[in-house]
């Protein structure tokens, strides 16, 4: 009976043991896995980061064109006010001067 208690013991030890030993790995992969976790999403937000500044950088290049041809029509539309001012200018002078007098 004593060596069954003893045989008892020594498979409550050697199990204990194995708990431990399992614990420990438990919580080594644990400590791991946070470990990956935190490297994938910095790659993530670096990944993130460098799309998001290529599509700024897109952005304002697509700006910057549209701005570029807004300008140019703008300038085209200047020019033909001021052409057609300069055309009408002395008639619409003549016309207000008449009207005046008229009055």
């Given at each position: ?6 045989e ?12 431990r ?42 700006a ?8 140019a ?26 009207r005046c007098?008229?009055?």
């Amino acid at each position: 009976m004593e060596k069954v208690i003893l045989e008892l013991v020594e498979f409550d030890r050697q199990a204990q043991k194995a708990v431990r030993a399992a614990e420990e790995r438990s919580a080594s992969e644990r400590a791991r896995i946070v470990q990956e976790k935190e490297a994938l999403s910095a790659r993530y937000r670096e990944r993130a980061q460098q799309t998001i500044q290529k599509l700024e950088h897109r952005k304002r290049q697509e700006a910057e064109l549209e701005l570029q041809k807004l300008e140019a029509r703008y300038g085209d539309s200047m020019k033909r006010l001021e052409e057609s001012f300069r055309q009408q200018e002395r008639f619409w002078v003549d016309e207000i001067v008449k009207r005046c007098r008229q009055e």
